[in-house]
């Protein structure tokens, strides 16, 4: 079989939990939406269901997922309902449900339900993505209080610049945040991933910790809490190939690296098909039997290939990490000029292997 491989560490996604409820001291969801930012939403669910508070999704689908596994905790609905057909499967679920448009409130007001359901009102306060504006929102929580449709009621905003350390935007929204429900009586979700990490002077009584529960840092921090993270996916592969490349011979599609000197090349059994960056360039950094080294020239679609000049016992067979606990997938996506949640979500067509240890 192609050796193309995610492997799973789920003993560290349950240390990332623990940390990440250390930093909140309150109540914590793991955010397990996109397939668990592509690590298995079920598997994830499993390995944390005997300690997490609760679980987030993005849509009914995800959460439908969970419950057929098994999954009993609380899961909420990031985005809520997108048609009012869904409120029965809602309630059949027991699934928490936000609510963000006035479209979505007055359906919930008119709809006929065997139960009621928590709600989790989301508040716009400057990331302009959905959510009741301020002036909209106390109206929105007074009608939640008198809808018989509805059990509880949680307070809930989004950080939009929270991994940007210089900027007091975040202050600034949470401060919004606080001033428009001063006198709503409910418990409130504000802190994301990078506010978790970087902003331990907000308080939120529910927290959604999601990039840090898989060992990513979304925020550049020297903080002992941060280092403390583990990555829960390691993606590797093998050398399939190894060639010999004379000084001015080119590797790859278009030529994009040329040697300056004879370099001894690996191909590697990974590309953009299975989820790695097509556009890494030349010298991201991977690891070859356990020692750093860098890609070289252009990802193609089933291989990409690496520098095996200075690893001599590198050979056909020789295991590549593209990223895990040598190589930091943040480091690669910085490389490519994106972030690790788009390089977690679009690995594919690789085989999932899950350990406890």
Same mark, same amino acid.
């Given at each position: 079989m192609r050796p193309a491989r995610a492997l799973i560490n789920l003993q560290a996604l349950r240390h990332n939990y623990q940390l990440a409820r250390q930093l909140c001291a309150d109540k914590a969801l793991a955010v397990v939406k996109a397939d668990a930012y592509g690590h298995g939403a079920v598997a994830c669910a499993h390995a944390l269901h005997d300690m997490a508070d609760g679980f987030a999704v993005s849509c009914l689908e995800e959460a439908v997922e969970l419950r057929a596994a098994g999954i009993s905790l609380p899961i909420v609905l990031l985005e809520g309902f997108f048609a009012a057909q869904e409120l029965p499967q809602i309630v059949k679920h027991n699934l928490w449900c936000v609510i963000h448009a006035q479209w979505q409130l007055d359906a919930l007001e008119q709809a006929v339900l065997a139960q009621p359901l928590h709600i989790w009102l989301k508040m716009d306060s400057g990331m302009h993505r959905v959510g009741f504006f301020p002036h909209e929102y106390a109206a929105a929580w007074q009608r939640l209080q008198a809808s018989t449709n509805v059990a509880a009621v949680v307070l809930m905003t989004h950080f939009s610049r929270a991994d940007e350390l210089d900027s007091i935007y975040t202050q600034e929204q949470f401060e919004l945040f606080t001033q428009t429900t001063a006198g709503l009586s409910a418990p409130i979700s504000v802190s994301n991933s990078p506010a978790v990490l970087a902003w331990p002077q907000i308080r939120s009584d529910w927290s959604r910790p999601g990039i840090i529960l898989y060992g990513s840092q979304p925020v550049a921090m020297s903080d002992t809490a941060a280092q403390r993270l583990q990555?829960?996916?390691?993606? !590797?592969?093998?050398?399939?190939?190894?060639?010999?490349?004379?000084?001015?011979?080119?590797?790859?599609?278009?030529? !994009?690296?040329?040697?300056?000197?004879?370099?001894?090349?690996?191909?590697?059994?990974?590309?953009?098909?299975?989820?790695?960056?097509?556009?890494?360039?030349?010298?991201?950094?991977?690891?070859?039997?356990?020692?750093?080294? !860098?890609?070289?020239?252009?990802?193609?679609?089933?291989?990409?290939?690496?520098?095996?000049?200075?690893?001599?016992?590198?050979?056909?067979?020789?295991?590549?990490?593209?990223?895990?606990?040598?190589?930091?997938?943040?480091?690669?996506?910085?490389?490519?000029?994106?972030?690790?949640?788009?390089?977690?979500?679009?690995?594919?067509?690789?085989?999932?292997?899950?350990?406890t240890n």
């Amino acid at each position: 079989m192609r050796p193309a491989r995610a492997l799973i560490n789920l003993q560290a996604l349950r240390h990332n939990y623990q940390l990440a409820r250390q930093l909140c001291a309150d109540k914590a969801l793991a955010v397990v939406k996109a397939d668990a930012y592509g690590h298995g939403a079920v598997a994830c669910a499993h390995a944390l269901h005997d300690m997490a508070d609760g679980f987030a999704v993005s849509c009914l689908e995800e959460a439908v997922e969970l419950r057929a596994a098994g999954i009993s905790l609380p899961i909420v609905l990031l985005e809520g309902f997108f048609a009012a057909q869904e409120l029965p499967q809602i309630v059949k679920h027991n699934l928490w449900c936000v609510i963000h448009a006035q479209w979505q409130l007055d359906a919930l007001e008119q709809a006929v339900l065997a139960q009621p359901l928590h709600i989790w009102l989301k508040m716009d306060s400057g990331m302009h993505r959905v959510g009741f504006f301020p002036h909209e929102y106390a109206a929105a929580w007074q009608r939640l209080q008198a809808s018989t449709n509805v059990a509880a009621v949680v307070l809930m905003t989004h950080f939009s610049r929270a991994d940007e350390l210089d900027s007091i935007y975040t202050q600034e929204q949470f401060e919004l945040f606080t001033q428009t429900t001063a006198g709503l009586s409910a418990p409130i979700s504000v802190s994301n991933s990078p506010a978790v990490l970087a902003w331990p002077q907000i308080r939120s009584d529910w927290s959604r910790p999601g990039i840090i529960l898989y060992g990513s840092q979304p925020v550049a921090m020297s903080d002992t809490a941060a280092q403390r993270l583990q990555p829960v996916m390691t993606l !590797q592969s093998k050398i399939i190939a190894v060639r010999e490349v004379p000084a001015g011979e080119a590797v790859g599609y278009g030529a !994009q690296f040329v040697a300056s000197a004879p370099v001894r090349v690996g191909i590697v059994a990974i590309g953009y098909a299975d989820g790695y960056p097509r556009h890494a360039p030349t010298g991201t950094p991977v690891a070859v039997a356990g020692c750093r080294t !860098q890609l070289l020239g252009r990802v193609s679609m089933d291989m990409l290939a690496v520098d095996l000049t200075d690893i001599a016992h590198a050979d056909v067979g020789s295991e590549v990490e593209l990223w895990g606990e040598t190589i930091s997938i943040d480091e690669v996506a910085a490389c490519a000029g994106t972030i690790s949640y788009e390089l977690l979500c679009n690995v594919k067509r690789v085989v999932y292997e899950y350990s406890t240890n």
